[in-house]
């Protein structure tokens, strides 16, 4: 036992402490609004990056709707006695629990997905209790990346490409939103690379290699990578960036799946997934998305703003053919309609004509998004009683 006192601790836009229950409750939350619906078949799953994001809501989508079985990996730190475990470390332990109450058999592996020994070690459970892999859902963002063939770290970053970028930002690191401005030098031609090879399709690729190496994908496998389009109010920064430029390698990379032998002869299929905008952790660090964000939220309403979890229900569906696949002309599978709707987007671009008289309507959607960022760390979530001490030292999940 471990129980601490921990109190809310943040430096300019980071916060750098979780809380362990505020972090579990979001989880709860989640599970509790997914219609449970499991009849049928019970597919295999792996789920890359399930701590957070994109990667959790379909990791708690697929054991609600669909009883996936399989394994979570993602890359968390444990409390270590001065500083609590991160939220994902924290967000896994309640999805074990919450799975394993309602039955479900899924594992959690905590370790880097972009090394040789993970891929290894992953197989070899697949191997020993599984079996071959019917869906393979790759959502990882890190800042940095180890080649395994060649021992390179690569490092991303968040920069424009041909030139500075310079926007209106929200600054959300006190008490009160307010505007901001932010400039961002263009982005080199190595910075680029280096930002592809962390966050494009390589690694993708590398794992569906490696299961197929091994006979580990099922007949009609399918595969789907989480990327975003967004806004031509963030494109600069965003789609026209460094980061664009890893998506758009993933993009191509799943064109190069689907030609590949491996996947033809098991009648196998490979998808970007192009979602609708969500606080993440990863989102909240690029300049101009929470403005953006806020702008949205406010431009769709309290009930427009489609979450992470509505989202994957409707990813399942489509994966397990509950639903029609929904695919644009580059074969991309669309979940953000709602998001790029004109009406929605001509309403984001008048705010963002004058952003401050813009924060000033949106308020609600600043500080909404503001609460959204904490609660990625567990804080400020609704029935959480943060005065009292919290046990912090929650253990990984193990096996059943």
Request: cysteine-free; glycine content about 10%; hydrophobic content about 40%.
């Amino acid at each position: 036992m471990s129980l601490r006192q921990i109190e809310h601790k943040q430096r300019g836009f980071l916060i750098v402490n979780s809380h362990p229950e505020g972090a579990a409750r979001t989880v709860r939350r989640m599970w509790e609004g997914v219609e449970a619906r499991t009849d049928g078949r019970r597919p295999v799953a792996l789920v890359l990056g399930h701590s957070a994001g994109y990667g959790l809501a379909t990791l708690l989508t697929g054991l609600r709707r669909h009883g996936i079985r399989g394994i979570g990996v993602a890359f968390e730190g444990a409390d270590n006695g001065r500083r609590t475990a991160t939220a994902g470390w924290y967000r896994t332990a309640e999805a074990a629990r919450l799975a394993a109450e309602d039955g479900h058999d899924i594992r959690f592996v905590n370790t880097d997905a972009f090394s040789t020994d993970a891929k290894t070690h992953v197989l070899d459970l697949l191997e020993q209790h599984y079996g071959p892999v019917d869906h393979l859902i790759y959502s990882l963002a890190a800042p940095r990346r180890t080649d395994p063939a060649t021992g390179t770290v690569h490092h991303s970053v968040i920069k424009p490409l041909g030139a500075a970028y310079e926007a209106p930002a929200l600054d959300f690191s006190g008490a009160d939103p307010k505007v901001t401005r932010a400039r961002i030098e263009a982005g080199t031609e190595d910075e680029a690379r280096a930002t592809v090879a962390v966050m494009g399709g390589d690694d993708w690729a590398l794992w569906v290699r490696a299961l197929a190496a091994r006979r580990l994908l099922a007949d009609g496998f399918t595969t789907a990578a989480l990327t975003y389009v967004g806004s031509e109010v963030t494109a600069p920064v965003y789609r026209q960036g460094t980061i664009g430029a890893a998506k758009e390698h993933l993009e191509r990379t799943a064109h190069e799946l689907n030609a590949s032998p491996a996947l033809k002869e098991k009648d196998g299929r490979a998808f970007t997934v192009v979602a609708g905008a969500a606080v993440t952790q990863a989102s909240s660090a690029i300049p101009s998305i929470a403005l953006y964000t806020a702008f949205l939220r406010t431009a769709l309403g309290e009930h427009g703003f489609r979450s992470t979890a509505e989202q994957a229900v409707d990813l399942w569906d489509q994966l397990e053919g509950r639903t029609p696949l929904a695919l644009d002309e580059a074969g991309r599978i669309r979940l953000d309609g709602w998001e790029l709707d004109d009406r929605v987007q001509d309403r984001v671009r008048e705010l963002w004509a004058d952003p401050e008289r813009g924060l000033e309507t949106a308020r609600a959607g600043a500080d909404w998004f503001m609460g959204q960022v904490r609660e990625l760390y567990g804080w400020g979530v609704d029935g959480v009683t943060y005065g009292e001490p919290a046990e912090t030292d929650v253990p990984w999940p193990a096996p059943r």
